[in-house]
């Protein structure tokens, strides 16, 4: 398993639970890199305001310089910046909300990795039923999981927690989905956060999960560096390893106290429970 650290290059962001920032996405993306590869991460979980400017930004040169990878592309800017979800009860929004993120994964694949899909799944409400918004982010998922596939990558879906949707909460849930829709090129994004408010035992979920895990963040019960909280670090190293997970774990957790103790907190934990090459 390899250990990758958060940067966020959204200015609208600049209080969520990432752990390197800047006052400009240059900035963030030159400390974040710089301290990712000085405490032993083997990459970074970058978070752009679109494909424009993760195109534009000198990303490139920044992993080069510091022998990392790209492990995730987040598109949470297009809910936090735009308010699109791809269950929106407007066609027009849930299409801006597909290209959206449609433009992402063009750009990550060329960085060799996936982009997920979090925050811009959306919720069922007004006269969009439950059934109506699972029908919408099917076919949604569907066209992205093809799109990414086409790029030689795959589509991440991460369950969130039941104060941010109302969709799937649970990774065996959205497993099941995906399976029972034969929803293709896309994986599940299991983050211990989220998992901790709604699964009754994380560990099991995992295994149940199984090979359709495609991502893990890496964070405790409170959303800050593992061993700041009550997760059960060691249940859930063992459940990965049982699963054969060999991903990433990413820390997509709070700079508390601050983002240099927290990115050290993170590495020292994943060394401690999951071994690879951290």
């Known amino acids: 398993m390899r250990a990758a650290v958060t940067v966020c290059l959204v200015p609208e962001a600049a209080q969520g639970p990432f752990v390197f920032h800047g006052a400009t996405p240059e900035e963030a993306l030159a400390r974040g890199c710089g301290r990712a590869a000085a405490l032993g991460f083997d990459g970074v979980e970058v978070f752009p305001t679109g494909a424009e400017q993760l195109a534009g930004c000198d990303l490139d040169r920044h992993l080069s310089e510091h022998g990392l990878r790209v492990a995730a592309v987040g598109s949470g800017a297009g809910w936090v910046r735009h308010r ?29 990795a996936p982009v997920i899909v979090g925050s811009m799944q959306g919720r069922h409400e007004g006269s969009v039923s439950r059934a109506d918004a699972l029908d919408l982010l099917a076919g949604a998922l569907a066209r992205l999981g093809r799109h990414a596939a086409g790029s030689g990558q795959t589509l991440l879906y991460e369950p969130l927690n039941r104060y941010e949707t109302n969709l799937f909460t649970r990774i065996g849930d ?36 199984g090979p359709l895990l495609g991502h893990v963040h890496w964070a405790d019960s409170n959303r800050q560096a593992v061993g700041a909280g009550h997760t059960d670090a060691a249940r859930i190293a063992a459940a990965l390893r049982d699963v054969g997970y060999d991903g990433w774990l990413s820390a997509e957790v709070f700079p508390i106290p601050d983002a240099d103790t927290a990115a050290a907190r993170t590495i020292a934990s994943v060394r401690a429970f999951a071994g690879g090459r951290a």
């Not at 959205?174 to 994986?187: N, P, T, Y």
């Open 174 to 209: 959205a497993a099941a989905f995906l399976r029972e829709r034969r929803i293709d090129g896309v994986r599940i994004l299991a983050d211990l956060f989220h998992m901790n408010i709604e699964e009754a035992d994380p560990a099991a979920a995992l295994r149940a999960c």
């Open 84 to 112: 699109l979800t791809l269950t929106h009860a407007e066609a027009r929004v849930r299409d801006e909300a597909s290209a959206f993120v449609e433009g992402l994964v063009t750009v990550a694949a060329r960085h060799g």
